[in-house]
Every structure is written in C-alpha cells, then in structure tokens.
Nanobody
Framework: EVQLVDSGGGLVQAGGSLRLSCTTS????????IGWFRQAPGKGREGVSA????????YYAASVKGRFTLSSDNAQNTVYLQMNSLKPEDTATYFC??????????????????????WGKGTLVTVSS
C-alpha cells in the first residue's frame, strides 16, 4: 500500500523556522511529483510548493516564495520543506501529496489538490505572534 508520512510540525514563534518531512513508501520518489499543501481552519486546501518528478524542479506559491525551500533525498525517499521567517498566517495543517509524473509548469495552486493521487495525514504548524 502506498503511504506518505508527513511530519515535523509544531509550535513556533513568528520569525522562527520549522522543517517538514514527507517520506514515501512503495514507490521511488523521483518518479513522482510531490506537493505540499496547507489548510487553515475554516479555509480550503491550497498548494504552496512542489518538487517535480524526473527533473526535481521546484515551484513555490507567491505566499511562501523566498521563505520556504524544498529539498529531496531520493535515497531516503524523503522530501523536506524548510520553512523560515514564519508568520502567523502560515498557521495550518500541512499535507504532502504525490502524483506520478513530471511537472511542465507551475501548478495551479488552488485547484491542484484535485489531481493528487496519494496524501499524507497532515502535520500541524502553529505560528504564534
């Protein structure tokens, strides 16, 4: 059974940092595009970052560009999301998700959620002011 395990959330003060991890099983990470999504209380789920399968190109939504950085350890089938300069508005449950293939362009962040095949259970990030 394909599984994604996302972890690393926690409570941090504004301006602080956290690193989230997404570990995949049953498939090679590099064959899949991995996305990070977040859902704040009372809001819809939105994509914030992606690392493409095949070429490992990275993409970031405007709200996190310059503050969040993706990296991948393919030997460990793990993708990391380094989150710096965190803001209270970053507070949300963060999910990683996977879809097979290569991204050819920046994904549609607000609707991309509907195309993903596999999901982690989520990890809560709380940023206090």
């Amino acid at each position: 059974e394909v599984q994604l395990v996302d972890s690393g959330g926690g409570l941090v003060q504004a301006g602080g940092s956290l690193r989230l991890s997404c570990t995949t099983s049953e498939f090679a990470r590099d064959a899949y595009t991995i996305g990070w999504f977040r859902q704040a209380p009372g809001k819809g789920r939105e994509g914030v970052s992606a690392i493409s399968g095949g070429n490992s190109r990275t993409y970031y939504a405007a709200s996190v560009k310059g503050r969040f950085t993706l990296s991948s350890d393919n030997a460990q089938n793990t993708v990391y999301l380094q989150m710096n300069s965190l803001k209270p508005e970053d507070t949300a449950t963060y999910f990683c998700a996977a879809v097979k293939g290569t991204l050819v362009d920046e994904p549609p962040w607000h609707t991309w959620t509907y195309t993903m095949d596999y999901w982690g259970k989520g990890t809560l990030v709380t940023v206090s002011s």
